[in-house]
């Protein structure tokens, strides 16, 4: 693979040191970061006769990484707001995670995968209805991908208003035999862009004996697990029941709390129950951006009070880990108890190096480090934003004011996917036109 030097940027590790380097440079040879330091030295080294990428006035920094995302779900967000428009989202999110066609869904993750790429974010974290057949379809976006099926055996949406989910256990076992035969055919031993977990849409719409046997085959496998958890009121208090009123006793029966668990949403846990995901060890991922256009919030003052692992993911609408960060930032100020604790830098924090931790794939992306994969990102400051920011931290001004059309440059495994905000990995225009037509078919029968 051929050497790359990037050059004369802002770099922000993200390292456990926070180490921060003012016109610095990072060298990338097969596809892993081989160096860091000042452009000279670097050069000396022998960097830098084969591609660069000049920096000047931009961070470069680690890969975004949304932790939590619907491929399909960039539909939603084109939602507007007034009369009808819940029972609208209702229709489209059954067709899009319970009836799309399998045509449409590789159209519609096409389109999902570039603007991710766009949107600086290199490693998505899926949780799709048969998200492991798109396996083909997420290795041609060149991005890191990890995969999980959300099995389920009664509507999700429906259970979302409360319906008690008539649950099916064979359907179940059948859709997990399905989503392991999948898999097969991905990347078993994690090293490759596209990897895959096990998952259910949530603990609500799968039997016990489902849950059960997700849980083994994902210990037996040494995969993680990513499910919706307390994400709507109304059937979190279904599970509850379900569950004689302890929740967290009922999923640690289940054993679907692990170390290595990715469980999204949290709006609706009471501040008694987050304490289980401490001593379990899980990671919650949190959208606060698709939260606020629910008008809810996770409980963020209480997870931090109890030492919960945060990381980022935009749910179903988008891509924009940017306007997730700053949602969320705005919505722990409004919280007095977290508004201290959680900054900018801390959230970029998490919608990068904590991601990646969250997906197990710290050890080898989320920081620029000699050794790791280099899934790194171009973002420009304008000097015309910068100075609205509380500090002259870059990471704090990352944060603050930039947004997707700040990326300019994305590299995934050490190749250049996108250079001076031209994609180069896929035909963007054909991308989209395709996804165009996937959408209209799915408003349609929406509206039937």
Do not use: Y
């Amino acid at each position: 693979m051929t050497d790359l030097l990037i050059q004369n940027g802002t770099v922000l590790c993200m390292d456990a040191g926070g180490e921060v380097l003012p016109g610095g440079a990072v060298a990338v040879r097969d596809g892993r970061i081989a160096a860091v330091g000042k452009p000279a030295d670097l050069k000396r080294m022998g960097f830098g006769e084969g591609r660069t990428l000049n920096a000047r006035g931009q961070v470069v920094m680690p890969g975004l990484v949304n932790a939590h995302a619907h491929v399909a779900g960039g539909l939603l967000k084109a939602l507007p707001e007034g009369p009808g428009t819940r029972a609208a989202m209702q229709r489209a999110s059954r067709l899009l995670f319970t009836e799309a066609d399998p045509a449409e869904t590789e159209a519609l993750a096409r389109a999902s995968f570039l603007e991710a790429l766009k949107s600086g974010v290199t490693c998505v974290g899926v949780l799709d209805r048969a998200a492991s057949a798109l396996g083909d379809v997420a290795r041609e976006s060149g991005l890191r991908v990890v995969l999980a099926d959300a099995l389920a055996e009664a509507d999700p949406v429906s259970a979302a208003s409360g319906a008690a989910p008539k649950l099916d256990a064979s359907a179940g076992a059948a859709a997990l035999e399905a989503a392991l035969t999948r898999i097969e055919g991905l990347d078993p031993d994690g090293d490759g862009r596209v990897t895959a977990r096990l998952g259910v849409h949530s603990p609500a719409v799968c039997s016990d004996e489902t849950l059960e046997s997700v849980a083994r085959e994902a210990e037996a496998r040494k995969l993680g697990l990513h499910f919706h958890l307390a994400t709507f009121a109304a059937e979190t208090e279904t599970l509850r029941a379900r569950a004689g009123g302890d929740l967290f006793g009922f999923l640690r029966r289940l054993d679907l709390l692990r170390s290595n668990t990715l469980a999204a949403g949290g709006c609706a846990l009471k501040e008694e129950e987050i304490g289980g995901l401490r001593e379990s060890g899980s990671q919650l991922a949190v959208a606060s951006r698709a939260d606020a256009a629910r008008g809810v919030r996770t409980p963020v003052a209480a997870c931090l009070r109890n030492k919960v692992p945060l990381v980022l993911g935009t749910n179903g609408i988008g891509h924009d880990l940017f306007a997730v960060m700053r949602a969320f930032i705005l919505s722990a100020r409004l919280d007095g108890e977290s508004g201290g604790l959680v900054g900018p830098a801390e959230a970029l924090r998490m919608g990068a190096r904590d991601g990646a931790r969250a997906l197990g794939l710290l050890g080898s992306v989320g920081s620029i480090e000699i050794g790791k994969k280099a899934d790194l990102i171009l973002v420009t400051l304008d000097p015309a934003k910068a100075p609205l920011v509380e500090s002259d931290d870059p990471a704090a001004a990352v944060a603050e004011v930039c947004g997707p059309g700040d990326v300019t440059d994305v590299v995934v495994d050490g190749e250049v996917l996108m250079e001076g905000g031209k994609v180069k990995s896929v035909d963007e225009k054909t991308v989209l036109n395709e996804a165009r037509k996937a959408a209209t078919a799915v408003w349609r029968r929406a509206a039937n």
